[in-house]
């Protein structure tokens, strides 16, 4: 099956700092990627919906300056935390729909951000 | 707006015995349902999937899952549960229209007593 891979699978950093996250579609190749965050014991909740080569498009409430989006290829998104503060430690998760697909979404295994 | 509920939090089984998790959606017209688990740190696995037919649906890993329309579910079920099904479950839903964003229930912690 479809794989999808995310890279770091964790990250510690300081305050302050910014992380990015890839997340990578390793045998598909997917215009459509999406972003989760979910926090301890609770749901997964969509961040933005990633399209290549154009510009991400972010949930209500999301701080599109904050969570950097970039879909440079059909087969790589990545996710920027800026100025990364403790509030931001959650664990990320992305999804890839293949290209001309069924609409099945494949997830990744992950990132686990830890802000000190 | 359209919502995902999974009543039950925590289920806890026996081996061997069986289980039904519950999801019930609110939406105007048939949702794309979705059934997922998550291990401890991990993504998200797919188990089944509904679009359309045959209401009772079979995933992976020997879980089916039944959609009702008049009851607006589509609960997850596995006739004889193994110490390994230990997980989160995560019911979604996808809505005509939506650009398949899903919308995740709250999830339900399987637990497996031996």
């Known amino acids: 099956g479809a794989v999808v891979s995310q890279h770091p699978s964790r990250v510690i950093c300081k305050s302050g700092t910014s992380v990015k996250i890839e997340c990578r579609s390793l045998?598909?190749?997917?215009?459509?990627m999406f972003w989760y965050r979910q926090f301890p014991k609770q749901s997964l909740m969509l961040m933005a919906t990633?399209?290549?080569?154009?510009?991400?498009?972010?949930e209500q409430g999301v701080e599109k300056d904050k969570f950097l989006i970039n879909h440079a290829s059909l087969t790589l998104s990545t996710l920027t935390v800026t100025s990364a503060h403790p509030e931001d430690s959650s664990f990320y998760i992305c999804?890839?729909?293949?290209?001309?697909?069924?609409?099945?979404?494949?997830f990744g295994e992950g990132s686990r951000l830890t802000v000190l | 707006a359209q919502s995902v509920t999974q009543p039950d939090i925590h289920i806890t089984v026996s081996e061997g015995a069986s289980l039904e998790l519950r999801c019930n959606y609110s939406y105007g017209a048939t949702p794309y349902l979705f059934w997922y688990v998550q291990s401890p740190g991990q993504g998200l696995q797919l188990l089944l999937k509904?679009?359309?037919?045959?209401?009772l649906v079979q995933g992976i890993k020997g879980f089916e899952a039944e959609f009702k329309r008049s009851q607006s579910s589509f609960n997850l079920r596995k006739p004889s549960v193994h110490w390994s099904d230990a997980a989160e479950y995560f019911c979604a839903v996808a809505f005509t229209g939506g650009g398949n964003k899903l919308t995740f229930g709250t999830g339900t912690q399987l637990k497996v007593e031996l």
């Open positions: 509904y679009f359309s037919g045959d209401t």
């Open positions: 045998d598909f190749q997917a215009t459509t």
């Open positions: 999804s890839a729909r293949p290209s001309g697909g069924t609409g099945e979404l494949f």
């Open positions: 990633s399209n290549e080569g154009s510009k991400a498009t972010y």
